[in-house]
């Protein structure tokens, strides 16, 4: 089968400082979270645009709606810089990452982008293309914002994935008045998946009235063909137990959605199914319609984009990465609406683009 259980992945968790659960303040956590994003403070410094530059944007799946998402918002940036970029399309496999690498050498562009895959599975290729001047960036390039050590990838744009499961957990825990008995949904291929479903099970285990009932793990390019069997054996196993799921991406509910609308044994409402990372449009709607789905924690897509080629363009003059983290986001029927939530996405209402392209203009 391909996806694993608690018992074989459980060797993969991490171990943090062990924290009482009443230390633990879920709804102060929520509260924070469902705020509107309309006031980040983000020190955007001016930096006048290169010109003429080519960059390359190595997307590991463009089925996959966060990686198309960002390389949507790189495309407006670059077309504020007047830039030319290259899109390439991995389509999930491993060695047509490798091919693309290679041809990328040859090319050797102003900059490289590394759309959602782990830059220290190719580090050798990389390490040839930055020796050719190419600077690279990186997004879910490795679990944690920031440079990924030990590669030539100067800056890694993600959110903060302990935090993100950490919001995603207590809007569970909160739901369900303590009471969750939880599946947690991981793809143990990337490192920041499995960072986040550790946590999540970690904030679990610390409830004292919760229970974790399984952690499963399934490829996230097969959600669509395994999620209606997972579905059917969890109901089997757990019944009535099973009150939570929590994923690391909307893709499991998108996969689940049907299985569980078709149930016999499942009431909408029943179910409290909370997504720790993406915010798909799907999702939006399923939220919107209160159909098997009640949140997600979404990652500012668009605005990550724009921040990919803010940082190129300070790297290719030499000035210092800002290294800035985006603020987590909590969207649920309540406020779904807010912060572009009416186009079904997670687009701040923070005046980003006009920051950006203000910064620049020559002074």
């Known amino acids: 089968m391909p996806f694993r259980t608690l018992s074989s992945i459980a060797a993969c968790f991490f171990a943090l400082p062990s924290l009482a659960s009443e230390a ?3 709804e102060a956590i929520v509260a924070e979270a469902l705020r509107p994003a309309s006031s980040w403070n983000f020190p955007v410094e001016d930096a006048a645009a290169l010109s003429k530059k080519h960059v390359v944007y190595l997307a590991a799946n463009l089925q996959n709606s966060g990686i198309l998402s960002v390389a949507e918002g790189l495309k407006e940036a670059v077309s504020k810089l007047d830039w030319s970029l290259e899109i390439i399309d991995a389509r999930g496999d491993q060695s047509k990452i490798e091919e693309a690498l290679d041809r990328i050498a040859r090319l050797a562009p102003d900059g490289l982008v590394l759309g959602g895959f782990n830059a220290i599975d190719h580090l050798g290729p990389l390490n040839v293309i930055s020796g050719e001047g190419t600077k ?25 994935p302990l935090q993100v499961a950490q919001v995603a957990t207590s809007y569970a825990i909160v739901a369900t008045n303590r009471r969750a008995g939880a599946v947690i949904f991981t793809d143990s291929r990337f490192e920041i998946a499995l960072e986040k479903s550790n946590e999540m099970a970690r904030i679990i285990d610390l409830c004292a009235t919760c229970q974790l009932l399984e952690v499963v793990d399934v490829r996230l390019d097969q959600t669509s063909e395994v999620m209606p069997d997972v579905v059917s054996r969890l109901q089997d196993t757990y019944g009535d137990l099973w009150n939570v799921s929590l994923g690391i991406n909307d893709l499991y509910f998108d996969g689940a959605f049907l299985p569980l609308s078709l149930s016999e044994d499942r009431a909408i409402g029943d179910l409290v199914n909370v997504s720790a990372g993406d915010g798909s449009a799907s999702a939006y709607q399923r939220i919107e319609s209160d159909l098997f789905q009640s949140a997600t924690v979404p990652e500012p897509l668009n605005f990550q984009g724009w921040q990919l080629a803010y940082e190129l363009n300070r790297k290719m003059q030499g000035l210092k990465t800002q290294l800035f983290v985006a603020p987590t986001k909590l969207v649920t029927k309540v406020n779904s609406k807010e912060d572009g939530g009416v186009d079904w996405r997670f687009d701040p209402s923070n005046g980003y683009r006009a920051l950006f392209s203000d910064s620049w203009v020559a002074k």
């Open 24 to 26: 633990i303040n879920h």
């Open 136 to 160: 690279i960036i990186g997004w879910h390039a490795s679990a944690y914002p920031g440079q990924i050590h030990g590669t030539p990838v100067f800056n890694n744009i993600t959110t903060n």
